[in-house]
């Protein structure tokens, strides 16, 4: 089992307790933070760490901690799929358990101490849930279930987080910097070398939110003046796939923060007959299958060229994949959220509508063409 757990500077006194209970008991855990309490920070932050870790199935389950379990438990039932669960005494942490199949449990730091918590916890992972075939809570929990379902596909809605807009698997980034590049990208006077320049340098610069959710594990560093409690990066190692040839552009601003992933490629070309995509070339790490996959292409317009890439990686036995893209049309989107609900998408920028030859508009033009020189 592996259960992810977050806390904010409220729930942080509690984390550790809970987390050397669990190792005990040969429990893995993803430690999403926050590592001290010597400053305030914002709990969705970690809740979606948390949340995003167990739709990716990295985690089985998780456990967020604030300073009443309040603030976490609204957040994170926020997420399809996650069922949070706050707890103020065992009873209610075995019923969370046995009732309501709960996915993940919320704490307060101010209301309880660190041996009441590990309790509630204990009584958590020990109550298995009433899934008995007449069971009322088997019953309840499916019409649950049946809520996200009705409202996953609903029209997507924007809200703000982190350095980029949010929408249903989908992160819009908003940094200055990267509008900026973008606007110059877009440029039908921008040449060839200034538009390659762009395309890797706002690569690199998406990378830094990409890569928000990658959990750490502490490590002890040595300085010239004695010795750090710090973090490095931990689980699963990173791999990019551009699709040939455009997502070419995008690798070397990838790598450029991100110099330990391995690079695979996908061509695809789309039958003239059927005008379904096909792949005619593929090259992926021997290791892909345990790597987070990022696929790189910079244009999402109707979503078929991505969606199967996708779908040729999941066939390999890949199941963790982004995808990342400059600008994408509204139809990419919801092809891809159909076709993959599982992968979230990152972009610069959303277009509304393709034109009759399924160019985004207004778009950037040809992408290839534009990087490479061609027409």
Sequence with gaps: MIIAIGADHGGFILKQPIIDFLKKRNIEVMDFGTFDDQSSVDYPDYVQKVCKAIIKKDADTGILLCGTGIGVSIAANKYPGIRAALCTNVDMGRLSGQHNNANVITLGGRLMDAETAVSIVSAWLDTPFDNSEHSRHKRRVGMIDELDKRYINQEIKQTK??????MQRVFEFDHPLIQHKISLLRDKNTGTKEFRELVSEIAMLMAYEVTRDLPLMDVDVETPMGIAHSKVIAGKKLGFVPILRAGLGMVDGMLR???????????????????EPVEYYCKLPVDANERDMVVLDPMLATGGSASAAIGFLKDRGISSIK????????????????????????????DEVLNDHAYIVPGLGDAGDRLFGTK
Aim: glycine fraction near 10%; hydrophobic fraction near 40%; charge should be neutral.
């Design 161 to 166: 987080t982190g350095g980029c807009q949010t």
């Design 257 to 275: 923060l991100l110099p330990m992933a391995k690079v695979g490629h996908i061509g695809l070309y789309r039958d003239p007959q059927t005008l």
């Design 323 to 350: 995808l990342v893209c400059l600008i994408a049309a509204k139809a990419g989107i919801e092809r891809i959220n159909k076709d993959h609900p599982d992968v979230d998408i990152y972009c610069a920028a959303i």
